[in-house]
């Protein structure tokens, strides 16, 4: 069963005191991680687009391992999310979900500790041809164990 039919199922709706599943009607979906083994420098500058390096999932198509960006391919709502990880003390880690050029939400690791974790979630709707992507801030080490999702909720 793919992620899109899970998350379909897991979605509900009340409608007149019911339970109703919702429908997802295209299979858009995609998951990547920054590496599968080591630690790797993913940081491509202050500005610059994350590019993850492993795909586990891209149903649809619609997100592009080279240039790090996932491209609406159809109007709908959308949900992103990503985990990011800094594995040096004393360098922050801080990068944003963006959409279109425009940081929607920001995920800062701690300069305090080695290996601080950070993460954000946001529900977008998109046109088609929209473009997310991670942009990088601080210009910092992005680890192995880093990744990012997005999936179709409906359209």
């Known amino acids: ?9 897991l979605l509900v709706t009340y409608a007149n005191g019911q339970t109703v599943a919702q429908s997802v009607g295209n299979d858009i979906a995609f998951t ?3 590496t599968n083994n080591g630690n790797i420098d993913l940081s491509p500058g202050v500005g610059g687009v994350v590019k993850f390096q492993t795909e586990i999932t891209n149903y649809g198509n619609a997100f592009d391992l080279a240039n790090g960006v996932f491209t609406a391919p159809v109007d709908g709502m959308y949900l992103f999310s990503a985990s ?3 594995v040096f003390a004393g360098q922050k880690l801080d990068t944003d979900i963006v959409k279109n050029g425009i940081p929607e939400v920001n995920m800062y690791c701690s300069a305090s500790i080695q290996y601080s974790a950070c993460s954000a979630t946001v529900v977008l ?3 088609t041809s ?3 992507w991670i942009s990088d801030k ?4 992005v680890d192995h164990d880093s990744s990012f999702m997005g999936v179709l909720l409906n359209s």
Do not use: P
């Open 125 to 127: 709707r998109l046109a």
């Open 84 to 86: 990011m990880y800094n």
């Open 138 to 141: 601080s210009g910092k080490l």
């Open 1 to 9: 069963m793919s992620l899109v039919k899970i998350l379909a199922v």
């Open 32 to 34: 990547v991680k920054a």
């Open 130 to 132: 929209d473009r997310i």
